[in-house]
């Protein structure tokens, strides 16, 4: 749920591999936040350290974010030929971001955080995984400052979640405090909580926008913040990928052919999230951005350093697409609400020793609050990477938030992989049934009290090792609920509302179970025969041959659990005279599941044998 594999490539650009086991850079400082940290009297830059990690370290783990290195080689390293588009980004660069993330981490941490034993490094690939292309990538993350066990703090960020003062950005902060009076009262865009964290982003980079006559747009100057929460802020802004960095490095960014390839395998669309993208930034671009340039300017110049400024687009629609992509790739759903966590979230994934960022207490220099924690998967010493889990997702989610496929969402037993192999498959209540009223009612008032369901559901359906294919249960019992029709539709009356969401928990009758499993096949093949079949690496532009590698992995896992799903409905279908139907079930409660006879009465008479004298 946080920053993910952002990816770029430069054609006759290398990226540079250190060889050495060993650091390039004295230790670095260990940062305890905490009342009795003496950093107050540590106000220096801080090194970048450069590290090269083991491949147990580095196999299951992707980057928060990534650019390519310099051409620049020595008799110490070994260069790695990797693709490109010719983008500014190189080592260079990523060192520039790091040292300013650090020096503001220096400089104002101690007095904002309690607990941050961590500082942005440059993090290189392991040149030891050339099987794994998603490796072979720069990018920066966290590196321990101090030694840790399994499940121990490392960071900690507190939300402010009244005022908005810190560091940690949420949903309601824009139309609470940035934005009431230019947002209407309820806005609730396609985009929805995404769409509102993408707005305070494109704000901040307004805040920062470098000029020097005193003439530009400089946003809203909310939430208001102490200065060195401010510096903090801004440093983070400055670290985030460009929107020309970002458009070979996350789905939403990628050019039109190779969204075309995603859209064709995976049963979880590109193309409507494109389509909230756009119908959101058309919609606040005319009613909003446009009348007030001042407040939303189109673009701006982003100050990165002693390498001068860069133009970023703003309050348009290309701004708004790319902060929505940098939003999904680095944002967490924690303590009830999706949130942006800076500087947690330039820790990397790991798919099993890590742990996901959590919502808890935690203490401040101000008395204790409510916080997110980055805790320890296992042991590190200092100079470690430090990672956590991005979260129990399918590859569709994986690759549409953070731009990469995560070894347990892959086939492939290269990887080791395979234990979060999903594909998605959607069904509604159909407009022309003519019972569609009483459906919809069942589903608004008898479902989940707190979750009321709609008239359209999507269920993931899974496969891998270790998985039959049975369905979720709630899957069928909503296919039971939007099927029932004919003999069964008496379960609709008024008199068993109450009780019907539960009668679908098991099969209705042989005819309802038969059209629910003929649903369930039906989706499987037209998800299957939807998806490209073939070789999707592709000669010609290497970008483009990494993002239908990407694809193709996507594809491979889908198909896998749908095949798997259709195989085991399949084998339903021609069950279905074993299963046991209301009726049944019901005659069994009532006691007259079986046919009568003398011994089951005593013998003593028979029905209409009494012989009574009146």
Avoid at 324 to 341: I, K, P, W
Avoid at 474 to 502: C, P, Y
Wanted: glycine share 8%.
């Amino acid at each position: 749920m946080s920053a993910g594999l952002l990816r770029q490539s430069t054609i006759g650009c290398t990226i540079i591999v250190v060889l050495i086991g060993t650091f390039l850079a004295p230790p670095a400082l260990s940062f305890s936040w905490s009342s009795s940290s003496s950093i107050q009297q540590q106000q220096r830059r801080q090194h970048v350290q450069q590290v090269r990690h083991s491949p147990a370290a580095t196999k299951s783990g992707f980057s928060s974010w990534c650019l390519t290195a310099s051409s620049t080689s020595s008799d110490d390293t070994t260069s790695t030929t990797l693709p490109s588009t010719g983008i500014i980004g190189n080592t260079e660069r990523l060192e520039t971001l790091a040292e300013l993330a650090n020096e503001a981490l220096t400089t104002h941490g101690p007095d904002i955080l309690k607990t941050f034993n961590a500082r942005v490094g440059v993090i290189y690939p392991d040149d030891d995984d050339d099987e794994n292309f998603q490796q072979q990538y720069l990018r920066l993350g966290l590196i321990a400052t101090e030694s840790f066990k399994d499940d121990q703090l490392v960071a900690s960020l507190p939300y402010y979640d009244t005022d908005g003062s810190g560091l940690a950005l949420a949903p309601h902060f824009a139309t609470k405090l940035v934005y009431p009076n230019d947002l209407p009262d309820g806005y609730d865009g396609w985009t929805g909580d995404v769409g509102l964290l993408a707005m305070l982003v494109l704000n901040e980079m307004a805040r920062l926008n470098a000029v020097d006559d005193g003439t530009a747009s400089t946003g809203v100057d909310l939430p208001t913040r102490k200065e060195g929460i401010q510096s903090l802020m801004e440093a983070w802004i400055i670290s985030l990928p460009s929107p020309e960095e970002m458009a070979d490095m996350h789905p939403l960014m990628w050019d039109e052919d190779d969204q075309e390839k995603l859209q064709s395998s995976s049963t979880k669309k590109i193309y409507r999230l494109l389509d909230d993208i756009d119908d959101d930034s058309s919609w606040l671009d005319e009613k909003v951005w446009s009348l007030d340039r001042t407040k939303f300017p189109e673009t701006v110049k982003v100050p990165v350093g002693d390498n001068g400024v860069e133009a970023r687009p703003c309050f348009s629609p290309e701004g708004f697409r790319c902060a929505v992509s940098l939003v999904r790739s680095r944002s967490f759903f924690v303590d009830g609400s999706l949130r942006l966590l800076p500087f947690l979230d330039f820790a990397n994934h790991d798919d099993y020793e890590s742990y996901e960022i959590k919502g808890g207490g935690i203490g401040t220099l101000w008395g204790s609050a409510k916080g997110a924690l980055l805790k320890s998967g296992k042991a590190l010493r200092v100079g470690d990477e430090i990672r956590i889990s991005y979260g129990p997702k399918g590859p569709a989610d994986y690759i549409l938030d953070h731009g990469f496929v995560p070894p347990m969402c892959q086939v492939s037993s290269m990887s080791g992989g395979g234990g979060a192999i999903t594909a998605e498959l959607s069904f509604e209540v159909d407009d022309a049934n003519r019972f569609r009223d009483d459906k919809l009612d069942v589903l608004e008032y008898e479902t989940y009290d707190l979750a009321p369901m709609e008239p359209t559901q999507t269920f993931d359906v899974t496969g891998g090792p270790g998985t039959t294919g049975e369905p979720d249960p709630a899957m069928i019992q909503f296919l039971r609920l939007a099927k029932l029709g004919g003999k069964d539709a008496f379960l609709l009356e008024s008199i068993f509302r109450k009780e019907i969401w539960g009668f679908m928990s098991e099969p209705v009758s042989e005819d309802n179970e038969r059209a629910a499993v003929t649903a369930m096949i039906e989706a499987c093949q037209n998800a299957l025969s939807e998806m490209e079949v073939g070789d999707e690496a592709e000669s010609g532009d290497a970008v483009s041959s990494a993002n239908a590698q990407l694809c193709s992995m996507v594809r491979e896992s889908e198909r896998e659990a749908l095949d798997r799903t259709l195989v085991y409905v399949k084998q339903e279908a021609q069950a279905l005279d074993l299963k046991e139907y209301y009726q049944e079930r019901r005659l069994k409660s009532l006691g007259l599941d079986s046919e009568w006879s003398q011994e089951d009465d005593g013998g003593t008479r028979v029905p209409g044998g009494a012989d009574y004298d009146w």
